[in-house]
């Protein structure tokens, strides 16, 4: 692990000057491999797949490990989309003359050396390298053992593509072993390794967050909340508060928790429940919600759990409360921070929800479904964080760097 | 230290929600406190001082612990420049239409709770109080003990200044024990602070650092460099480099290691000296220097300890390089990332160093004296940090808030 951490930092240097030329260059050469070499990286995945069967592995997970022609053309897209995005390194703003005569501005960095510790998607391997390649940074990816196979033949296609762009392989290296141990160290790798990003299940990112000695950058669970509020427009409450949940059920974006006013309830919960009911959604309600229908016999009672669940699933909970603050507090205490939406036509109340609710994305009159790189303008993403520190949100190109200031004197000194 | 921690989170919780007004109304309150309590001050300072000559601290320990007149109306002076400077928080920025017809943008909002541990100094308690609050955060104080009784003089002045403000007292909140144990529990405080800062000394600094579970944004140490290149104009070069060194000897912007051009050592390098020795700053330099002067018997002989010592008294080491590569990998080896400058009318040449220099600042043609937030215009700074995540450079109220998306849409969903 050592000797992977000074290759990757030795190539973090020269990564970090290299062209954005030479780096679009490099993304379209993987692209290409990727696509010239279907066959092969088919093949590597059936191994994944055969003894993933073999060892019983759920039909959820076996669908996220398996590749397909679609999904090694949507993979080879995707880096080709990455070059295509503007490069952020070297960008130079806020340059401003100051009193004593110095220009001071920022300039956009690499941060070095980045750790990826991923599950079962071998896509990711791909994606991830990218992004790291186009940011400027080397990295390190340690992919889930049940897909080694499939990972070290898109590790193959990188090193060919990195090679024919003349970067160093160091840029983007694959640990090559399934001992569980490896993790272990990577997250511990001072000095050569500057930011560990895991991406998974909350198991594994809690597990990460606590034992790395280097900084970690974490998106845990996603509990996204609408608040339907007294003002609300119905027709854009019942549309948001139905697209938030049935548009995609596992996506991080997708509302768990709906909360309404008191004062609109009656009006827009009929309706929902209809649309919900209709799509096949488990509805999970609290008292007052269920004394609001005369036949409530279908209707299960919501629990304190409910309201600390990321269900990824046809299940909503849903509460009435008094007002804005009760919708606030609730949010606050019992969301995850991530994206939560207030529907309303009242400025006050708008404001109020923006500014208080304390989440990577606070939305108004919009379904916490747009969650989301692309539809940020950011581009692909390497996940959404839900920290306060360094990024919030979506984690795109700028994520992945930082700022250091330029002074800029012409042999000025300080008085 | 847990009830700390829970009063702390309320307090943030209401701070955040503080309009500037009443922020700027505390700062000017506290101020007003500082000047009105004078008296008291001096007298809770003189037992800090006299129990420290008795213990024998050291004459400069002494001096940093020490308050008088002039001290405490700086201190007052502080404040009330924090309350005059612009409100962070709250501000919307980056407000784009995207095509699917959201807006998309980022406001700007605090972090939480700060954890600052900080050392002899009592006026920290002032200033590192006066930044917490007017960027929105809630804070937590752990002095020296040293210092006890100044700290709690000045903290009995803050809490008066929050009442009259109508902000909760919880808002800056100092560990009133000297107890080192509760150092330890603050930096694991996870879930009630949500980052350290630690001012001071390497070694408390290395110490947090090692020890904390909460983020630390560290300051090390600064071992700053100026570059004379092939291509400087002489009278620019001696200026900055003079300037670098000599105007102050103990902060953490002054050029320890003067690392110039072979092609310009026999020009600059005599009338450096000269100046250097006149103002009694030893000189501790490599070979090549020593070859250049004919009467070398006063020089002393840089060994690698030097290129990584950073003296913080007049004391400079320097080294003749080959050529840029050479000053660059210098740098970005035994350097401490913190600032570094090139002297040179060569543009190819100051792009590559302001590029590759891998340093919080980078600066052209001045001096790094002027690393500072107020000369950047960041206003009163908490610290310099020589991290890459978060904040990097002078840390003012900017880089003690973090950005949100906000998402403003009416009635969108996604498609």
New interface residues.
């Given amino acids: 692990m050592q000797t992977l951490g000074q290759t990757a930092r030795q190539a973090a ?1 020269l990564l ?2 290299a062209s954005t030329r030479q780096k679009n260059a490099a993304l379209n050469a993987i692209a290409g491999q990727l696509r010239a070499n279907e066959t092969a990286l088919l093949a590597a995945n059936t191994r994944d797949v055969e003894s993933g069967r073999n060892n019983a592995l759920d039909a959820a997970l076996l669908d996220r490990l398996e590749l397909n022609t679609g999904r090694v053309a949507q993979m080879a897209d995707g880096l080709q989309q990455i070059a295509g995005l503007a490069d952020p390194v ?1 960008e130079i703003s806020d340059m ?1 003359f ?1 009193p ?1 005569g ?1 220009q ?1 501005g920022k ?1 956009r ?1 690499p ?2 050396v980045i750790g990826i510790i991923y599950e079962s998607r071998p896509n990711v391997t791909a994606d991830a390298a990218a992004l790291c390649l186009k940011s400027g940074n080397a990295v390190i990816l340690r992919g889930g053992s049940e897909a080694i196979h499939s990972n070290l033949a898109i590790a193959k296609c990188i090193a060919t593509g990195l090679e024919e762009a003349g970067l160093p392989a160091g840029c983007i290296q694959l640990i090559n072993t399934t001992d569980r141990a490896a993790v272990g160290e990577l997250i511990r790798l001072s000095g050569f390794v ?2 560990i990003i895991p991406r998974g299940g909350k198991g594994l990112i809690e597990r990460i967050s606590g034992e790395a000695t280097i ?1 970690v950058i974490k998106h845990l669970d996603g509990i996204c909340h609408v608040y339907i509020d007294a003002q609300a ?1 119905p ?2 409450a019942i ?2 508060a ?3 949940k049935a ?1 995609r059920y596992g996506i991080c974006g997708a509302m768990e928790t709906l909360l309404v006013n008191q004062a609109v309830a009656p009006e827009v919960l009929p309706e929902l429940f209809k649309q919900y009911t209709k799509k096949g959604i488990e509805l999970r309600v609290c008292e007052r919600t269920q004394n609001l229908f005369s036949d409530n016999s279908g209707l299960i009672t919501a629990t304190e759990k409910d309201w600390q669940t990321e269900y990824l699933a046809a299940i909503l909970s849903i509460k009435i409360v008094d007002d804005l603050d009760e919708a606030i507090a609730h949010i ?1 205490s019992w969301g995850s921070h991530h994206t939560d ?1 207030i ?1 309303t036509q009242d400025i006050s109340a708008a404001n109020r929800f ?3 609710v ?10 916490t ?3 989301d790189g692309f ?3 950011l581009g692909a993403e390497i996940g959404i964080s839900t920290d ?3 990024v ?3 984690v795109g190109l700028e994520g992945l760097t ?13 008085p």
């Fill in positions: 240097s970090s000057k070297g401003n100051r004593s110095i001071v300039m960095v941060l070095g500057d930011i900084p427009d027709r854009k549309d948001v139905y697209n938030a548009r606050n939406s529907v923006m500014r208080e304390d989440s990577s994305s606070v939305m108004l009159n919009a379904s479904q747009f969650a539809e940020y303008g306060k520190l360094h919030r949100g979506p930082c700022q250091k200031y330029v002074v800029v004197g012409d042999g000025h000194i300080r």
